[in-house]
């Protein structure tokens, strides 16, 4: 009996799967779905660590960056390489946790970086956010004892590596430039209009858009010479794997109050209007300070 009800079942569920196919090909290619749902959340982040136990290492991020606790050095510039490389593909998702932009290129085309802390080249992998629920907080990492309403996290794999996936099985699997953003009273701010023009294609969680293709140097700023401070942390999501050289230039970029009104209309997973975990302890790590 048990056998056969087991039998029936499957076949339902086989009849389901054929079903949902078919109304997925009805889905236009813009615009797609994911059903996957994260088991973590931000109204409840003393958590993560129960079911991520990464979550509770020494090595955590974000920190708080203060001029009173670095380290002064001199190394080879910070290098940005392609660019202004054109990708073929790029697209925006929403995971249920921030907004992501993940773009294609032809073989060989794909930015990187180097120098600076980096021993060897770490190339582009994704760009994310994390933001808050007013123009005054939201940025996960603080420049001394300053708050920022927004951060852009722009992720770099080890190019030996060959994948982020990869990469997170190493120590120093990943290179994680945050770019700290402040508000401007300019009416027009280009730097983050090719983000989020495209915002309200991913406005609901787990859905996925391909967008107009463009260069990552429109985002502005990484070809200018660029102080920063760099450290070694983790990711601040799950499983907070302790693999992450930041990269936290000291100048914040702008934005705009609309354009962080239109990350916050982004419906999350749990219904919040943020995403940014809270400061973790040093723990007796240095951060280094890499002139211009």
């Known amino acids: 009996m048990l056998i056969i009800h087991f039998k029936r ?9 054929f079903i949902q196919a078919v109304l997925s090909a009805e889905i236009p290619s813009s615009v797609k ?5 994260s088991p973590y959340n931000y109204e409840n982040v003393s ?16 920190i708080a960056l203060n001029k009173d606790t670095i380290f002064y050095t001199e190394r080879t510039p910070l290098r940005w390489i392609g660019y202004d490389n054109q990708p073929t593909e790029m697209t925006l998702g929403n995971n249920g946790h921030t907004v992501k932009l993940i773009g294609k290129w032809k073989n060989g085309n794909v930015p990187y970086i180097s120098g600076g802390p980096l021993l060897d080249d770490y190339v582009f992998g994704q760009i994310h956010f994390h933001w808050g629920p007013n123009d005054t907080y939201g940025a996960e990492h603080t420049m001394h004892g300053f708050t920022f309403p927004l951060e852009m996290h722009m ?21 994680v430039v945050g770019i700290l953003f402040t508000i401007t009273n300019q009416t027009v701010v280009t730097t983050l209009d090719p983000v989020t023009d495209y915002l309200t294609y991913v406005s609901k969680p787990h859905t996925v858009s391909n967008i107009a293709p463009f260069r990552l140097s429109i985002l502005g700023g990484i070809y200018s010479p660029m102080a920063f401070m760099s450290y070694s942390g983790s990711l601040t999501t ?9 990269i936290v230039p000291i100048y914040a970029w702008p934005a705009t109050s609309k354009q ?12 919040t209007r943020y ?18």
Not at 33 to 37: E, I, K, N
Not at 238 to 246: A, G, K, Q
Not at 260 to 271: C, D, E, F, G, I
């Open 155 to 175: 992720v770099h794999y080890k190019r030996p590596y060959g994948s982020i996936g990869n990469a997170l099985k190493h120590v120093d699997g990943l290179a």
């Open 275 to 292: 995403n940014n975990r809270p400061l973790q302890p040093l723990n007796g790590r240095h951060v280094y300070f890499y002139k211009t």
């Open 9 to 17: 079942i499957t076949s339902e569920w086989i009849l389901l799967l």
């Open 260 to 271: 962080l009104s239109q990350l916050r209309s982004l419906q999350l997973q749990t219904h």
């Open 33 to 37: 779905s994911q059903s996957m749902v």
């Open 47 to 62: 958590a993560w660590g129960n079911l991520f136990p990464t979550c509770m290492g020494q090595q955590q991020s974000p």
């Open 238 to 246: 799950p499983p907070c794997n302790e693999v992450v050289i930041w």
